[in-house]
Nanobody, 121 residues
Framework: QVQLVESGGGLVQAGGSLRLSCVASGTIFSINDLGWYRQAPGKQRELVAAITRAGSANYADSVKGRFTISRDNALNTVYLQMNSLKLEDTAIYYC???????????????WGQGTQVTVSS
């Protein structure tokens, strides 16, 4: 079994910062790509940022220059540093982890339970 536990969400004023964390635990052989998605009320889930095992990152245009994704492979953890938060960043944020549970098994994606980020004026 694989568990993803997210933390770090909350209420913050516009212009403020938050740092999200997502820890993967359980039966894990290796972790490939990691990503953060978000879903605002009435909208589809969208990719916010992703990072490869080698550390190459990409971002949605709406968060470039404000958000930074990083990972700690030793801790099976992915982070999302969010600065200069805007009202439109309000959403539930989900981590997604592509991992292999044991050698020879194809990788598959797992979702965290989501953490609420609310930006107020």
């Amino acid at each position: 079994q694989v568990q993803l536990v997210e933390s770090g969400g909350g209420l913050v004023q516009a212009g403020g910062s938050l740092r999200l964390s997502c820890v993967a635990s359980g039966t894990i052989f290796s972790i490939n790509d990691l990503g953060w998605y978000r879903q605002a009320p009435g909208k589809q889930r969208e990719l916010v940022a992703a990072i490869t095992r080698a550390g190459s990152a990409n971002y949605a245009d709406s968060v470039k220059g404000r958000f930074t994704i990083s990972r700690d492979n030793a801790l099976n953890t992915v982070y999302l540093q969010m600065n200069s938060l805007k009202l439109e960043d309000t959403a539930i944020y989900y981590c997604n982890v592509a991992l292999i549970v044991r050698f020879g098994v194809p990788p598959r994606g797992y979702w965290g339970q989501g953490t609420q980020v609310t930006v107020s004026s």
